[in-house]
């Protein structure tokens, strides 16, 4: 359950996923966002976890693809959380890009920008058996997830 060293190129793809529409979203901001008066420990959780999460991603071979076992479903469940992230972000680059756009739920799962990546990269560390990844997603789920929660909850108090 350590892991053991080696690229993966399944932690490359999976970080692309993430990275690619994160970087569009730098010009497409929800209009009001602010990222001001976060939470600083949920920012340090959010930032470790980031930074945990990409390294840890990157530097374990277990990720990789194997022949198939009971453990590929895990891979498989990774990867359609990530491609609901992606249709995500489909949904909000083609909406009117509000505040509300950007906290929404996709399919009923709940801060669904936060939520599916964290949640997807917790099951590649399951499928790669990394207690590594499993702790990186987890440190960012509190983070990454806190601060859409924050948000969220500061968009519903104004309404």
């Known amino acids: 359950m350590i892991g053991h060293f080696g690229f993966s190129y ?9 990275f690619i529409p994160n970087i569009i979203w730098i010009r497409k901001k929800p209009q009001g966002y602010i990222s ?22 990157l530097v374990f071979d277990d990720f990789n693809l194997h022949r198939w076992s009971n453990w590929t479903w895990w891979l498989i469940a990774a990867f359609v959380l990530m491609l609901l992230y992606e249709l995500w972000w489909i949904c909000y680059f083609q909406s ?20 599916l990546p964290v949640i997807s990269f917790f099951l590649l560390g399951i499928y790669g058996k990394v207690i590594w990844l499993i702790i990186a997603a987890i440190i960012l789920g509190i983070g990454h997830i806190g601060i859409h929660m924050q948000h969220s909850k500061e968009l519903k108090s104004l309404r």
């Open 36 to 57: 001001e008066n976060e939470n600083k420990v949920l920012l340090f959780f959010e930032r470790s976890g980031e930074v945990l999460t990409t390294v840890i991603a």
């Open 96 to 115: 009117e890009q509000k505040l509300s756009d950007f906290y929404s739920s996709f399919l009923g799962v709940p801060l669904a920008g936060a939520t």
């Open 10 to 18: 399944i932690g490359l793809i999976f970080l692309m996923l993430l």
